[in-house]
């Protein structure tokens, strides 16, 4: 059986490691790796090149030796605040009919910005608790706006990843060093009222919820024995999996429309199911747990989504059909990073 030229693109400078479980689903499903490729090289000022080469894209790397025309790009593991850097990327791929999930500009900036993630859930009417952005506000603005979300909020940037530079707020002294800390990096933020997604024991608690082609694929509870940090689990939180049968109806129904509200194919979307269920923020390019589960329930119904796609497009046959395969030959831990190779 024909199998596809599969491109994995990604950021080695990222420590999540998606990219290691993108490429084990891309060998189980067609029995042969992907072509690695560090996709900096393809961000503006980067020395990659896309030429067309008959109907096909070609990328090419002279400096790396890398000269391929892919039936396939997965382009994941792009840093938030590398990804405008990309847009050119996104459009050439557009342009030239690549088979690939990794939607447009519009869409990534959408999710990316939350600022812009806030206009869009406003505008398509998907629940979301109380915000304000904010530009270099004065203290009394910052006040101002406090006091209105009950002196209970959460700040965060614009542009953030990780729940990294993310506090709750709860008093006049926390609020001025959290504007401190904004202005002296000069990166716009936002004021959020707390959701009270606490447990009866105490944890922080929300969820994550995947969505690919606008149905749930899987979802995990976050829960976090500090309820004044993010559920985030690079800062402590643990992962409960969740069958999407299990997960209460009103956040399958919210996680499909905030997806859809920013215009991507596949998001984590991350929400509580307190106040009658409200989104916090559409992830992009979600982290993957360690573990074979999220390898099994998002990476590869991910990558077969890009070999539907692909067959859909005309490719040769479809690359392989789902197999069945013991757990134990997924990668269970974060392996090391790699060299761009072709």
């Not at 002196?151 to 401190?180: K, S």
């Not at 049968?245 to 499909?256: F, G, M, N």
Request: charge should be negative; include cysteine.
């Amino acid at each position: 059986m024909s199998r596809p030229c599969i491109a994995l693109l990604a950021d080695p400078t990222s420590p999540e490691g998606c990219r290691e479980y993108l490429a084990r689903a891309v060998e189980l499903l067609t029995g042969a790796p992907p072509v690695r490729v560090d996709s900096r090289h393809f961000a503006t000022g980067g020395t990659g090149r896309g030429v067309r080469d008959g109907g096909r894209l070609r990328l090419r790397v002279p400096r790396e030796g890398i000269d391929l025309a892919p039936d396939v790009v997965v382009l994941y593991e792009i840093p938030p605040h590398r990804r405008r850097a990309y847009a050119p990327f996104q459009d050439l791929l557009e342009r030239h009919g690549a088979v690939t999930l990794a939607a447009g500009p519009d869409a990534w900036r959408a999710a990316t910005e939350k600022n812009l993630t806030v206009e869009r859930f406003r505008r398509d009417g998907v629940a979301q608790m109380e915000t304000v952005v904010l530009s270099r506000p004065s203290p009394g603005e910052t006040a101002t706006v406090f006091e209105r979300l009950g002196r209970d909020a959460w700040a965060r940037p614009v542009v953030g990843t990780g729940g990294n530079d993310t506090f709750h707020v709860t008093t006049p002294a926390a609020l001025a060093d959290a504007r401190a800390y904004y202005a002296e990096r000069g990166t716009d933020w936002m004021l959020s009222r707390d959701a009270g997604n606490v447990t009866a024991d105490g944890l922080r608690h929300q969820f994550r919820v995947f969505v690919l082609g606008g149905r749930v694929v899987h979802a995990r509870e976050h829960l976090q024995p500090d309820p004044d940090i993010p559920c985030n689990t690079c800062q402590g939180a643990t992962a409960v999996h969740i069958a999407p049968p299990d997960l209460p109806p009103r956040l399958t129904e919210l996680a499909v429309a905030a997806t859809a509200s920013v215009g991507l194919p596949f998001a984590g979307v991350d929400l509580a199911v307190e106040n009658g269920g409200v989104v916090f923020e559409v992830n992009v390019q979600p982290a993957f747990v360690d573990g074979d589960v999220e390898v099994a329930a998002v990476a590869v119904p991910y990558i077969q989504a890009h070999l539907d796609a692909w067959a859909l497009a005309g490719g040769a046959a479809r690359a392989a059909h789902r197999p069945s395969y013991p757990p134990q030959a997924v990668v269970g831990t974060r392996p090391e990073g790699f060299t761009a190779s072709a």
